[in-house]
């Protein structure tokens, strides 16, 4: 029940003499979907190399592998089996799967500027908080609770689900400059009634701002 990496490859920032940063290529988005977890040792060059250019990371959810569909996913009508395995279920418990895994592993205790992108409210991982920081009290080896990895090191985006609830759950969870507002084209495509009636429920403006436009600003550098 791995997940091996995609990363896409998109225009990245050059330096004042025209050169990318070395690996920033390769530090631009990853989607778990594989038969290799993300936390593989494989790997850690790529993180490392987003910490230390300070490029955030995209973690995306992917088809499963044939083999986890196999094991989990088959057996029902294929357009359903489909359905489970992508956007009704899967896609974000293996997205969510992989990012805990790190945690685990030990990668922000060796990479601590390290910034990853959940799509979704947290794929998964806020609405089990409680019961996945609990590792936390076997996981001896590390500097940190999963919690506290969360809370400094995953930035949260909203992917077209503007229900004013899963805010509130997310921002029990995290800080509001850890959230993101985002759609999630095609598949969430919100219209300017329900952005203007997302919006109109945070009461400061400054958090307003921020989790409309600033947080992305200031995480992708764009300001």
């Given at each position: 029940m791995g997940s091996t990496p995609v990363v896409t490859r998109r225009p990245?920032?050059?330096?004042?003499n025209g050169a990318?940063?070395?690996g920033s290529r390769r530090c631009d988005g990853a989607r778990p979907g594989g038969t290799?977890?993300?936390d593989d040792p494989?790997?850690?060059?790529?993180?490392?190399?987003?910490?230390?250019?300070r490029r955030p990371i995209f973690i995306h959810p992917q088809i499963p592998s044939n083999e986890l569909h196999d094991a989990a996913y088959r057996g029902l009508d294929p357009v359903i089996d489909l359905a489970l395995a992508t956007f009704g279920w899967g896609w974000h418990m293996e997205a969510g799967l992989?990012?805990?895994r790190l945690i685990l592993r030990g990668t922000f205790d060796r990479h601590p500027d390290l910034q990853l992108v959940l799509?979704?409210?947290g794929e998964m991982l806020l609405f089990w908080m409680d019961r996945v920081d609990s590792i936390s009290g076997v996981a001896k080896h590390l500097d940190r609770r999963v919690s506290d990895c969360l809370r400094t090191n995953i930035h949260i985006t909203s992917s077209g689900m503007l229900q004013q609830r899963l805010?509130?759950?997310?921002?029990?969870f995290t800080g509001a400059n850890q959230v993101l507002f985002s759609t999630d084209h095609p598949f969430h495509q919100p219209?300017?009634?329900?952005?203007?009636e997302f919006f109109d429920a945070i009461a400061d403006p400054a958090t307003c701002t921020a989790i409309a436009s600033g947080n992305a600003e200031g995480l992708f550098q764009l300001a």
């Open positions: 990245q920032p050059r330096s004042s990318l940063p070395a290799r977890p993300l494989a790997y850690d060059d790529l993180f490392a190399t987003a910490a230390r250019w992989s990012v805990l799509g979704h409210w805010l509130r759950h997310t921002l029990d219209d300017a009634a329900a952005v203007k």
